[in-house]
């Protein structure tokens, strides 16, 4: 079903061809256990209708395995893919970002932040109904320090992270909010280059590809201008998000 850098997620069938059927991570290298570790221990914790729901944390012999609920559906990087590089509908796109801000909300009021927010994170059907998935990076911190963790993917990772500092993790999880909304509207990201380097540049730079979301409402350009900030401080929060005409009459 899909490889990442520490893990391997596979599909897991009843036998006998009844029952329910499961998606098993399995960690690769003995250093990833800690990794496995701490996503179960977070997943735990979290119960929304858009996070993926995890059975348990199994271990045996040299290997560690994550058993999930399995949702029969793509990624939604996948999804995008298949469109060729045309975004969604405004529509569309605030249905999938409601319900992505709906589950990060619910993250932040425990004190759990996922850092790895993208499409290839976000499993979507045919409905547009969202599950977050892959909490491999995600922190719990319960007082307001900041953390100092270079991690994510380079073009959903805030001006702060890329700049190697120690950032607040709910303001790094709300900017990656921005560039999913970005990328599902016009089927790019916002700030784009060959590498990370070439990707700070341009976030350094705040050279923000405007001309590509002139179209689109006052609403929708509110809600970026409210993720999309250079100064973390400055930044919505998701309960603030959540209430942003953009988000508030979108139809789930
Ligand atoms: N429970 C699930 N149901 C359906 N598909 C899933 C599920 N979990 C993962 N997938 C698919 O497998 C892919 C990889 O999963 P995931 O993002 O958790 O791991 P990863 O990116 O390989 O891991 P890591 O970031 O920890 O190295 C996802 O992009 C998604 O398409
Ligand atoms: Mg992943």
Redesign the pocket.
């Known amino acids: 079903?899909?490889?990442?850098?520490?893990?391997?997620?596979k599909?897991l069938e009843p036998k006998s061809g009844f029952g329910t059927s499961?998606?098993i991570?399995q960690?690769k290298e003995r250093e990833?256990w800690p990794?496995a570790r701490t996503?179960a221990d977070i997943l735990e914790e979290l119960h929304h209708k858009n996070i993926?729901k995890m059975e348990r944390l199994y271990k045996h012999g040299e290997k560690v395995y994550?058993i999930?609920?399995?949702?029969?559906?793509?990624?939604l990087?996948?999804v995008m893919k298949k469109r060729k590089g045309e975004g969604l509908g405004e529509d569309i796109v605030k249905k999938i970002i409601r319900q992505l801000v709906e589950a990060l909300c619910h993250c932040h009021g425990r004190h759990i932040y996922h850092l790895?927010v993208k499409p290839?994170?976000i499993?979507i059907d045919s409905n547009w109904k969202i599950?977050l998935?892959?909490?491999?990076?995600s922190v719990k911190i319960i007082d307001k320090s900041k953390v100092r963790k270079y991690c994510g993917t380079p073009s959903y990772m805030a001006p702060e992270v890329l700049k190697r500092e120690s950032y607040f993790p709910q303001k790094v999880d709300s900017w990656a909010v921005g560039v999913v909304a970005f990328k599902l509207l016009t089927g790019v990201t916002p700030f784009r280059g060959k590498n990370a380097d070439e990707i700070r540049e341009k976030v350094n730079a705040y050279e923000l590809d405007k001309e590509l979301v002139k179209n689109a409402s006052k609403e929708f350009k509110e809600f970026l201008n409210k993720t999309l900030r250079r100064g973390p401080e400055s930044r919505s929060s998701m309960k603030d998000l959540l209430s942003l005409p953009f988000l508030k009459n979108a139809s789930l």
């Open positions: 079903m899909g490889e990442g850098g520490n893990a391997v997620v599909l499961f998606a991570k960690f990833n990794t996503e993926i994550l999930l609920e399995f949702i029969d559906a793509p990624n990087a996948e790895d290839e994170n499993v599950k998935i892959d909490f491999a990076f």
